[in-house]
């Protein structure tokens, strides 16, 4: 699949002229969080983002839109079980797949991009290893197209390791800001800036969703997918750990897509695919983790 990817990418990024970018953050969307910006505000789903038709969201609305987006996938999947329409494993990860594609039409359909998403898409639901994810290991699938510095490479790895070591999401959060102040005094390349700050929202913002409120929407989820599957695979497992790893996944899945994204279609390419796939991977993970299968 990846070597499917890799064709596209060069036919498509052959032909097509990159963007300028323009993405350093203004004041309006520094990384720091704003007195009405809380942890609350990062892990509710509901939060409003404006369809942007250039595609020109910034990375907090990134984010924003891939908690909206969990929130969408859940409630398509409670619908769809609801009318017992998911009897299988492979019922739910084909309308987990689709409400993901669906939700990711209505904010960054390109149709230049259409057939990349759901190629990659397709490849989230099928093939990901049981191995812990590492955010940095995302940009291993294009490293060699994408050659991605030393410096963005290490505050990825700090941003896995802040992840890993803290325990509290407050502290989490406290830390990879401070790591993205430094990330945005060192990193000089306009697109690895992009990408970091990208990777680093989503990041920020899954895990929000998924442990704030005393891990509310895991608790949902786990419910969920528990009841689908008939509960046969039921286990409580460490909640904290688990949001740890599901949020790690999304940002890995931000990585992928993100870097992909941007070889065929530079900054909107980057933001149409990374969200997508990070959002996938989402999906994919809660319904691993709560033991699905």
């Known amino acids: 699949m990846l070597l499917l990817l890799a064709v596209f990418i060069f036919g498509l990024s052959g032909c097509q002229e990159k963007e300028e970018l323009k993405i350093r953050p203004s004041e309006d969307t520094t990384l720091k969080l704003e007195k009405d910006f809380s942890i609350q505000a990062m892990a509710a789903g509901s939060i409003s983002v404006p369809i942007r038709q250039d595609l020109a969201y910034t990375p907090v609305e990134i984010g924003i839109l ?57 490849n989230t639901f099928t093939s990901q290893s049981d191995n812990p994810p590492s955010i940095e290991s995302g940009l291993d699938a294009y490293a060699e197209e994408f050659q991605a ?70 608790r949902e989820w786990k419910v969920l997918i528990n009841s689908i599957s008939g ?35 530079g900054p909107k390419g980057a933001c149409l695919v990374g969200l997508a796939n990070g959002l996938g991977r989402s999906a994919f993970k809660a319904a691993k983790e709560f033991g699905f299968w």
């Open 66 to 122: 891939h908690n909206q987006g969990l929130d969408y996938v859940k409630e398509r999947i409670e619908q769809e079980a609801l009318l017992e329409n998911i009897s299988s494993q492979e019922d739910f990860l084909a309308l987990a797949q689709q409400a993901t594609l669906d939700f990711s039409d209505i904010y960054v359909y390109h149709e230049d991009f259409q057939e990349f998403k759901v190629a990659l898409l397709s």
């Open 149 to 218: 510095s030393d410096i963005l490479r290490q505050f990825l790895s700090r941003l896995d390791s802040i992840i890993d070591n803290t325990d509290k999401l407050a502290a989490i959060i406290e830390a990879i800001e401070t790591n993205d102040a430094v990330a945005l005094s060192q990193l000089s390349a306009e697109h690895e800036i992009f990408l970091y700050l990208g990777i680093s929202e989503v990041a920020k913002h899954s895990l929000s969703y998924w442990m704030a409120n005393d891990y509310k929407n895991l």
């Open 231 to 265: 509960g046969n695979n039921m286990h409580w497992a460490d909640e904290r750990e688990v949001a740890k790893r599901v949020g790690k996944e999304d940002a890995e899945g931000m990585v992928i897509g993100g870097v992909a994204g941007f070889l065929v279609g």
